[in-house]
């Protein structure tokens, strides 16, 4: 039998109820998505749905009985909300919506995340890709960012909120969709080859300096 976190259920602080939230790639949801969870959630007599940081639909307040079948009522996968993995890449509107867009921030969002998405790694990461330098999606705080310009897009690595957190450093720009991929692809191999358990990146970068990443992806 799975253990409730390995069900994606999150204890609250009443410590008799539980979250889930559903795995909902950069946010993007259609309405019946929504009228699904908005039914599950008053089948089940959920407490709260909160919107989270992680632009995710939390059902917050489930008794612990009504947990696997509000999942199979769902049909949804969950979301890594916890653990030492790839727990969510947030995306603007970027050209797909947004009169400010330089690049497609959508579209490399989606991209990252079917590609990286709750995918194991030393620590816990995340990224965000924002279509412009207002930077909306708050690249400049994620373990990996990506920034659209005119030029192409800037990869930006090391940042994170949190109790200490950190702004990231620019570590290329001017790529495009291609470069992009491959630059994030090397940055998180050498992530995974040289951090210690538990290490966020930025803290990496704080021990063995950008070297490494620039070496990765000359
Ligand atoms: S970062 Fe730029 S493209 Fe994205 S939503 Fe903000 S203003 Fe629009």
């Avoid at 940055?187 to 950008?210: F, H, P, S, W």
Wanted: proline fraction near 3%; glycine fraction near 10%.
């Amino acid at each position: 039998m799975l253990k409730l976190g390995e069900k994606g259920a999150i204890l609250q602080r009443d410590k008799e109820t539980y979250a889930i939230a559903p795995h909902i790639p950069c946010g993007v949801v259609t309405p019946q998505l929504l009228r699904t969870i908005a039914d599950v959630a008053e089948k089940y007599d959920a407490q709260a749905i909160k919107i989270t940081g992680a632009a995710r639909v939390a059902i917050v307040g489930l008794k612990e009985a009504h947990i696997d079948a509000a999942w199979e009522d769902l049909q949804l996968d969950k979301g890594a909300a916890v653990g030492m993995c790839v727990r969510s890449v947030r995306a603007c509107p970027g050209t797909t919506f947004c009169r400010l867009g330089k690049q497609d921030a959508l579209g490399m969002g989606m991209t990252l995340d079917k590609k990286y998405h709750s995918v194991e790694l030393p620590g816990k990461f995340k990224m965000a890709v924002s279509g412009c330098n207002l930077s909306c999606s708050e690249s400049w705080v994620r373990d990996i960012g990506l920034i659209g310009q005119k030029e192409g897009w800037q990869l930006v690595i090391g940042g994170n909120v949190g109790a200490a957190p950190r702004i990231a450093q620019e570590l290329v720009a001017g790529l495009d969709d291609r470069q992009v991929l491959d630059a994030v692809e090397k940055t998180v191999q050498c992530y995974r080859d040289n951090a210690k358990k538990g290490e966020r990146l930025g803290k990496m970068i704080e021990r063995v300096g950008l070297a490494p990443f620039q070496q990765a992806v000359a």
